[in-house]
C-alpha cells in the first residue's frame, strides 16, 4: 500500500474544499491547539459567499481569532458553540452570538456520543508517518468521541505539530480531504508571577509532599505554584492540561512519575498548550501520554494515585465555599472545565487535597473575592459539598468537613484585612455562629 499516493488523491486546498459545506453543517473541532485556522477561515469567507444559513462549530478553547466568534455579522451563518471559552468565544457569548455548552470536560466525550452528529471533524495533526498515521499532536481530549460520530474527517496538516507517540491517532484510510498548513502554534502568554501568587504558590507548595502527584489548572496561580516545586522529589503528573511549568518540573528533575500507583514512569494529560517549549517536549516522547478526557479526568481515574493534589483558580467564593471559577456575576467568563473532575478525584486520593487558589481582590483591590454570597447571576463550579482548601495570600482555609459557621470564620482570615470587618458583620446579620 502506498500511503503517499493516497495522501496526494485527498490533498486539497481549503477554498477547493470549502466548496462542500453546505447550510445547516455541523462541524466540530477538539481543543485549542488542534483546531483548524486555515479550514475554518475558508469555510467563513465561502459561507458568507454562498449566502449559506445554520452552520454550528464546536470548539474547546478557542486560541484562534475565529471568524465565527470575532464577526458578529455571521450571527445565523455560522454560529460557534463554547465547551470552555477564551477571549473570543467569551465575547461572542457575552455578545448574543454564539452559545455555550456546559459540562464536566469528563462528560464531553459522552455528551458527543450521545446529543450530537457531526457532517465534519476538523483537526490539526501532525505529518504523515511511514505507516499511514497522523498524531494528535498536542491533544485527546474529546477527538476520538467526535470522529466516531462525524461523517466526514478533515486534516490541517502542519509539520510544527508535534508528534505524540502515545497519543491519539488518525490513519489516511479514515481520511476525507487534507489541506496543509505551515504555521507556528499558538502559544499562550506566559502568566505575569507577581508577589500575590509568588506568595500563593509558595503557600500551596509548603502543603505538597515529595512523591505528589500533581494536577494544575490554567492561570497565573497555578502556574507560581509548579514553580514553586522546583525543589521537591519524585513528583508524578497526571494532569488535564500539561503546562510550562510542568516541563520546567521535568527537566529539573522534581518530576519522575516514580511514585504513581498508575502509568508510573509516564506524565498523564489530555491536552498541552502553552509555550513552544511544551510542544518540543511532547514531540516523540514515550514519557508522555495524551488520553482522552472522559479516562483522564475521571475522579475515579485520578484517585487510583495516591497523595494526588490539584490547584486550581477562581474569581470568587461564598461564606458555604461555593466556588465561582466561570462568570463575574451573569458575564460569562469560561467553562468549568476540569476543576470539579481533579476537585473530586483529589479528594478521593489516599492522602490528597484540592486547593483552590485567588488573590483576596480583585480590580485594584476595589473587591473581595471572599463574599457572604455568591454574586447574583454568577455559576457555582465547585460546590460546597465539593470544596476542600480555599488559597489566597493570607493563608489556606481547610473547608472539607467543617460547619458553615467555621468555613464562614476561617474564610475572614484569608478575607483581604480591608473586608474583613464588614464579611463579619454580613455573617453576624445572617446569623452565622462565627
Ligand atoms: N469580580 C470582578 N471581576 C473579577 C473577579 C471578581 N470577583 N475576579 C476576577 N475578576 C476579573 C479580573 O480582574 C480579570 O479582569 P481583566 O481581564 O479585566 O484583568 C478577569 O476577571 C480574570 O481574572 P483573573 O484572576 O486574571 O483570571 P485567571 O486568568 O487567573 O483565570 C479563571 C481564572 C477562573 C477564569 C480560570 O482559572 C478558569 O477559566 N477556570 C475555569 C475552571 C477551571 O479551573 N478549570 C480547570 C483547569 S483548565
Redesign the pocket.
Known amino acids: 500500500m502506498d500511503y503517499r499516493e493516497i495522501y496526494a488523491s485527498k490533498l486539497t486546498t481549503a477554498e477547493k474544499l470549502a466548496e462542500c459545506l453546505n447550510s445547516g453543517w455541523s462541524l466540530g473541532m477538539d481543543s485549542g491547539p488542534s483546531q483548524t485556522p486555515a479550514i475554518m477561515a475558508a469555510f467563513a469567507r465561502r459561507a458568507k459567499e454562498a449566502g449559506l444559513r445554520d452552520i454550528k462549530v464546536q470548539t474547546l478553547l478557542d486560541v484562534y481569532p475565529f471568524e465565527f466568534y470575532a464577526d458578529e455579522s455571521l450571527a445565523g451563518i455560522m454560529t460557534g458553540y463554547s465547551w470552555f471559552s477564551s477571549a473570543g468565544a467569551r465575547k461572542a457569548v457575552n455578545g448574543g452570538w454564539a452559545d455555550f455548552i456546559p459540562s464536566y470536560y469528563r462528560d464531553v466525550p459522552g455528551h458527543i456520543r450521545r446529543e450530537y452528529e457531526y457532517d465534519a471533524f476538523c483537526v490539526a495533526v501532525s505529518p504523515m508517518d511511514k505507516h499511514g498515521y497522523f498524531s494528535l499532536g498536542n491533544n485527546a481530549s474529546y477527538a476520538q468521541a467526535m470522529m466516531d460520530k462525524s461523517k466526514r474527517i478533515f486534516l490541517e496538516v502542519n509539520d510544527r505539530q508535534p508528534r505524540a507517540v502515545c497519543g491519539t491517532q488518525i490513519h489516511i484510510s479514515q481520511v476525507d480531504a487534507i489541506v496543509e498548513n505551515s504555521f507556528p502554534l499558538p502559544v499562550l502568554p506566559a502568566a505575569k508571577l507577581d508577589e500575590v501568587s509568588i506568595t500563593i504558590g509558595n503557600l500551596i507548595a509548603e502543603q505538597i509532599p515529595d512523591g505528589a502527584c500533581i494536577q494544575l ?5 497555578p502556574d507560581a505554584t509548579g514553580l514553586a516545586l522546583k525543589t521537591k522529589h519524585d513528583l508524578g503528573i497526571h494532569t ?2 500539561f503546562t510550562d511549568s510542568m516541563v520546567e518540573l521535568i527537566e529539573c528533575g522534581a518530576v519522575n512519575n516514580s511514585k504513581k500507583q498508575i502509568h508510573r514512569g509516564k506524565s498523564i494529560t489530555t491536552f498541552a498548550y502553552g509555550s513552544q517549549r511544551i510542544y518540543d517536549y511532547i514531540d516523540d516522547n514515550p514519557a508522555i501520554e495524551l488520553l482522552p478526557v472522559d479516562y483522564v479526568n475521571d475522579p475515579m481515574v485520578i484517585s487510583k494515585n495516591d497523595n494526588v493534589v490539584s490547584i ?5 467564593v461564598d461564606f458555604w465555599g461555593q466556588v465561582c ?2 462568570s ?1 456575576g451573569t458575564k460569562h ?7 470539579i473532575d481533579f476537585v473530586r478525584g483529589a479528594c478521593q486520593s489516599k492522602g490528597g487535597m484540592s486547593f483552590i487558589a ?1 488573590s483576596s481582590t ?2 485594584g483591590g476595589s ?1 473581595s ?1 471572599i463574599k457572604p454570597s455568591l454574586t447574583p447571576g454568577a455559576v457555582c ?1 465547585t460546590s460546597k459539598n465539593d470544596v476542600d482548601c480555599i488559597v489566597t495570600e493570607y493563608g489556606i482555609a481547610r473547608l472539607r468537613g467543617k460547619s458553615l459557621g467555621e468555613r464562614t470564620k476561617q474564610l475572614i482570615a484569608v478575607a483581604h484585612p480591608d473586608f474583613r470587618d464588614q464579611l463579619r458583620f454580613e455573617a453576624k446579620k445572617r446569623g452565622i455562629l462565627i
Request: aromatic share 4%; net charge negative; proline share 0%.
Open positions: 489548572g490554567i492561570g497565573a496561580i488535564e492540561m486550581n483558580a477562581a474569581l470568587e471559577a466561570e463575574v467568563m469560561s467553562g468549568s472545565g476540569g476543576q485567588f480583585a480590580k473587591i473575592k463550579t
